[in-house]
């Protein structure tokens, strides 16, 4: 019997897609990588396929994923970055070894220095959340207007006003629930 796992929620911006890989934070927390396969599965999505994965491998996967989210609500928040959560992203980016190639069309992949190198993998979402961490890309990290789940995400619309980390999912569950608040059951004042 295949055992059925939590969909991706696939964005557009690495690090910011991975730290989903966690969602409802502040709700009913929903895992989307529970094996070392669902790992494998969503790096693959990225362009950073590994043949296998260690649970040793998913534990380093899941620490940094927990960093880049602390440190991109801090960044979101204008809070001083803590300080574990910013040595765990650095230790990752150290330790890749992941080489940024051409290729012969004109679009740039990542080519890890071996195939179970789950490590080169990290070490360019560690990269990837640096980048934006810092300020050096075009957008702004903010946080989902959603209360059970608070993501950090970037915000790359020109207006920089997006206010869910996703529109198919929280986006469309706030409204909703606004509809429901007013158009549902409650009883509504006079006025
Ligand atoms: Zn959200």
Redesign the pocket.
Same mark, same amino acid.
């Given at each position: 019997m295949r055992v059925e796992f939590p969909e991706f929620r696939l964005g557009t911006v690495l690090a910011t897609s991975f730290t989903g890989t966690l969602?409802e934070r502040h709700g009913e927390a929903v895992e989307r990588i529970p094996t070392p396969q669902r790992l494998v599965d969503w790096l693959a999505v990225y362009g950073l396929a590994v043949d296998s994965c260690t649970p040793a491998q998913l534990d380093l996967a899941r620490a940094l994923r927990e960093s880049i989210h602390a440190a991109a609500t801090a960044a979101a928040t204008q809070e001083a970055l803590p300080e574990s959560a910013v040595q765990v992203i650095n230790d990752r980016s150290a330790q890749g070894r992941a080489a940024a190639v051409l290729t012969p069309e004109g679009e740039r992949r990542w080519q890890l220095s071996s195939a179970s190198r789950v490590e080169d993998a990290l070490g360019v979402i560690a990269a990837d959340a640096i980048g934006i961490i810092a300020g050096e890309r075009d957008g702004k990290l903010a946080l +989902?207007a959603?209360p059970t =789940?608070?993501?950090a995400?970037f915000d790359t619309s020109q207006s920089r006003t997006r206010k869910? +980390?996703?529109m198919n999912? =929280?986006g469309n569950r706030q409204k909703k629930a606004r509809f429901l608040a007013t158009h549902g059951k409650k009883p509504r004042s006079a006025d």
């Open positions: 969602s +989902c959603s =789940c608070r993501a995400f869910w +980390c996703d999912t =929280c």
